[in-house]
């Protein structure tokens, strides 16, 4: 798929809106229309190296499942992101957030996303779809609400949250130590248990 650019004015500053979009987690808020089954990829959502998998709503396609990681992110500026799925991960997500200054108490958005298919059955789904015009169309509704979200208070879906809820740290859960001198080491041998 070509690219596909949609933009939006938002009267934040740019500070303020990149902290909102450099954590993936928000993402689920204003783009959730054609993108469900959100997974965060790893716990930290924030910044290098956060992020996200999540089922796109394609007709004709089985294979709807993409995962998209940040690459690059230049605060306040820029994020990059790459990502892959469709069958067998063959298809190429590349995707572009920058943020401009548009005067003292604003800033314009422009994301952009394309894909890169190594099938040509990949493409000519693309194609039949109507990908492209279903792309531009989520990410033109998904900017309004980024602002509605941003400008105006409005709720937005829940953030991602990590599976399986908190982590065991936070649960205060420790394996009492008899138990942890026990354990079978990775190597498959028994450790020796003091009796």
Do not use: C
Not at 22 to 45: P, Q, Y
Not at 56 to 79: G, H, M, Q
């Amino acid at each position: 798929m070509d690219p596909v650019t949609s933009t939006v004015s938002i009267s934040r500053p740019r500070e303020e809106v990149f902290a909102y979009l450099s954590d993936i987690a928000n993402h689920r808020r204003f783009l959730d229309g054609r993108l469900t089954s959100w997974h965060l990829t790893r716990e930290d959502s924030i910044g290098l190296g956060a992020g996200v998998r999540v089922k796109a709503k394609l007709p004709l396609n089985r294979f709807s499942y993409f995962d998209v990681t940040f690459t690059e992110v230049e605060p306040p500026y820029r994020i990059a992101m790459v990502g892959r799925g469709g069958k067998y991960d063959r298809t190429l997500v590349l995707g572009e957030i920058t943020i401009r200054d548009d005067g003292p108490h604003g800033s314009t958005v422009a994301w952009t996303i394309e894909t890169e298919t190594s099938m040509p059955s990949d493409g000519i789904m693309e194609t039949v779809g109507l990908q492209k015009t279903l792309a531009r169309r989520g990410l033109k509704k998904g900017l309004e609400r980024l602002r509605a979200i941003l400008e105006d208070g409005a709720e937005g879906s829940a953030p991602v949250t990590i599976a399986g809820g908190a982590r065991k740290p936070a649960t205060g859960f420790r394996l009492p130590q008899e138990l942890a001198d026990q354990a079978h080491p990775v190597d498959g041998s028994r450790a020796h248990a003091s009796s």
